[in-house]
């Protein structure tokens, strides 16, 4: 929702919605100030109308418990990313569908080619890359991603780390790594779109993601996809872990601590991974293709019971 100017917001859905005449609205968000484009819906005439949780923290907590009254008032339907998301919206007692956060596998999947072009292009051949995709805010923690990076450098000067992402705190973030006389050993890549994304996680050796809050990150299925390592916080769902390739440090321990676990992994042929990585994917339910067939069903199913209602 634009935060801005939110009545202008809701009038513009609102005209959108009766426009089109919808059937669902389907809302996705990470608190219940979702409220105001489900209450839009309504007022719209929607039958149907879908919260679907992303997350298991949100930063305007105090909006999130003012609303939440409200809120449980007016979805129709609860839907998570995951078991740890729903029950922080909804409360463990409500009833949600988990829908996984499918990906393409086709599109993530390792590609050697890929790699080798990245990695000769931006001088990446012979070092140690370490990946994180996310906006710099507050929840990506990236000032304590810096500090890992720094002692990491210190153990070994041979590592690169690349930044895909925007965000309020990427001067600041931008800063400190200047001051810690890492800018020579930083990308930052800034906004990429999807496909140079998952071009780049060909390039690249190890994902570090120390979050200190997550609902389920959609870009660790991603990683997992391509074949990549991932050192992730322990405050993210464990739901996320499909592969072996996701090990979880606790965000009490030191940069020190998480560098020096960085420090022993060791990086695989992913091309001898690659298929049991891709099973392993689809087997949890996350192939982005069969993910769409269900919810397809699931929306067909909610328009006949409302159907039904109406007739009877």
């Given at each position: 929702m634009h935060q801005k100017r939110p009545i202008m917001y809701c009038r513009k859905l609102y005209k959108i919605i009766k426009t089109e005449k919808y059937d669902i609205v389907h809302v996705h968000g990470s608190s219940s100030m979702m409220f105001m484009?489900?209450?839009?819906?309504?007022?719209?005439?929607?039958?149907?109308?879908?919260?679907?949780?992303?997350?298991?923290?949100?930063?305007?907590?105090?909006?999130?418990?003012?609303?939440?009254?409200?809120?449980?008032?007016?979805?129709?339907?609860?839907?998570?990313?995951?078991?740890?998301?729903?029950?922080?919206?909804?409360?463990?007692?409500e009833n949600f569908v988990i829908i996984p956060n499918g990906k393409d596998c086709e599109m993530f999947e390792f590609q050697e080619t890929i790699r080798e072009q990245y990695r000769q292009k931006y001088n990446l051949r012979d070092k140690i890359v370490i990946g994180h995709i996310g906006n710099f805010n507050y929840q990506k923690n990236h000032e304590f991603l810096i500090d890992i990076f720094y002692e990491l450098s210190k153990l070994n000067n041979n590592?690169?780390?690349?930044?895909?992402?925007?965000?309020?705190?990427?001067?600041?973030?931008?800063?400190?790594?200047?001051?810690?006389?890492?800018?020579?050993?930083?990308?930052?890549?800034?906004?990429?779109?999807?496909?140079?994304?998952?071009?780049?996680?060909?390039?690249?050796?190890?994902?570090?993601?120390?979050?200190?809050?997550?609902?389920?990150?959609?870009?660790?299925?991603?990683?997992?996809?391509?074949?990549?390592?991932?050192?992730?916080?322990?405050?993210?769902?464990?739901?996320?872990?499909?592969?072996?390739?996701?090990?979880?440090?606790?965000?009490?321990?030191?940069?020190?601590?998480?560098?020096?676990?960085?420090?022993?992994?060791?990086?695989?042929?992913?091309?001898?991974?690659?298929?049991?990585?891709?099973?392993?994917?689809?087997?949890?339910?996350?192939d982005i293709k069969e993910n769409a067939k269900r919810l397809e069903k699931i929306y067909e199913n909610l328009i006949k019971e409302v159907e039904k209602v109406h007739n009877d």
């Amino acid at each position: 929702m634009h935060q801005k100017r939110p009545i202008m917001y809701c009038r513009k859905l609102y005209k959108i919605i009766k426009t089109e005449k919808y059937d669902i609205v389907h809302v996705h968000g990470s608190s219940s100030m979702m409220f105001m484009q489900l209450l839009t819906a309504k007022i719209a005439g929607v039958k149907i109308r879908i919260a679907h949780s992303r997350n298991t923290s949100c930063e305007h907590k105090l909006l999130n418990v003012l609303f939440k009254p409200f809120f449980k008032r007016i979805y129709t339907n609860a839907f998570a990313c995951g078991k740890e998301a729903g029950e922080w919206l909804f409360g463990k007692k409500e009833n949600f569908v988990i829908i996984p956060n499918g990906k393409d596998c086709e599109m993530f999947e390792f590609q050697e080619t890929i790699r080798e072009q990245y990695r000769q292009k931006y001088n990446l051949r012979d070092k140690i890359v370490i990946g994180h995709i996310g906006n710099f805010n507050y929840q990506k923690n990236h000032e304590f991603l810096i500090d890992i990076f720094y002692e990491l450098s210190k153990l070994n000067n041979n590592y690169y780390l690349i930044l895909a992402g925007k965000g309020t705190l990427e001067k600041e973030i931008h800063d400190k790594i200047i001051e810690l006389g890492l800018q020579k050993n930083v990308i930052f890549l800034g906004q990429v779109p999807v496909k140079e994304v998952a071009n780049w996680l060909q390039a690249m050796d190890i994902m570090v993601f120390p979050s200190r809050f997550e609902g389920f990150p959609n870009v660790l299925i991603e990683w997992q996809i391509a074949g990549l390592p991932c050192i992730i916080s322990d405050r993210i769902t464990k739901d996320v872990k499909v592969t072996d390739l996701v090990k979880f440090i606790s965000l009490d321990k030191s940069p020190k601590y998480w560098a020096e676990e960085i420090i022993k992994i060791k990086i695989q042929d992913r091309n001898l991974i690659k298929d049991k990585v891709i099973n392993q994917i689809k087997e949890h339910g996350y192939d982005i293709k069969e993910n769409a067939k269900r919810l397809e069903k699931i929306y067909e199913n909610l328009i006949k019971e409302v159907e039904k209602v109406h007739n009877d």
